[in-house]
């Protein structure tokens, strides 16, 4: 085993809370019901970079937006997924210490992925990979390809952990070891039983 490559969302970080998803909706005067259809309807568009943050967040809302907002909303966005997993983050930084060959592959448009990069955890991680930067999104073949290229290794030499079992397989399809996280005292198992 050479690469441990990581999802972020749901792995590294803790899943979206409600609370934040609300403060965004009431922060544009929209519902949070229906903010929360529209995130999601539009985000693996918005995660591949085939929509602007002005082209998605207009989605979200059914309307026209203005510059303001969209800049308020980015910030939210990127500030909601900023939770980090203690537990994972911490295995993580047991992997780096221990020289182990880390990366990141997670679905993030480029405004999100470039706050992403500013967070310490993340910032440890020499090699990241977001789908927005790359065109491509999980759990498509082309993805793992592209990464495994770029590690420039083997998928055989390749362990991918997600929380998603569609990016899992997505990631087996392509040739890799997958890891379905459940929690970070599991994945330290498997880690282990895997070496």
């Known amino acids: 085993m050479t690469w441990i490559v990581f999802d972020y969302g749901g792995v590294l970080s803790l899943p979206q809370p409600e609370s934040d998803a ?13 903010f929360g259809r529209g995130y999601w309807e539009h985000r693996l568009a918005f995660d591949r970079g085939s929509l602007t943050p002005f082209a998605y967040w207009s989605a ?17 966005d990127i500030a909601s997924w900023a939770h980090p997993d203690a537990g994972t983050v911490a295995l993580l930084g ?3 210490e221990a020289g182990r060959d880390v990366a990141l592959l997670s679905n993030a448009p480029v405004c999100v992925s470039d706050g ?27 993805i793992y ?3 495994a290229r770029e590690l420039g290794a083997d998928p055989y ?6 929380d998603r079992l569609e990016n899992v397989r997505g990631a087996e ?3 890799m070891t997958g890891v379905h996280f459940s929690g970070a005292a599991a994945l330290g198992t498997a880690l282990r039983e895997l070496a």
Do not use: N
């Open 22 to 34: 609300d403060a965004m909706a009431r922060a544009v005067g929209a519902d949070p019901e229906e």
């Open 60 to 76: 979200v809302l059914g309307r026209p937006i203005t510059h303001s907002e969209v800049a308020r909303l980015v910030a939210m």
């Open 94 to 96: 047991e992997l780096i």
């Open 116 to 142: 992403l990069d500013e967070l310490p955890w993340i910032a440890a991680i020499g090699r990241r990979f977001y789908s927005g930067r790359m065109g491509l999104v999980k759990p498509g073949r082309e």
């Open 145 to 147: 390809d592209e990464v």
């Open 157 to 162: 030499e390749i362990v991918f952990v997600d």
């Open 173 to 175: 399809r392509a040739g």
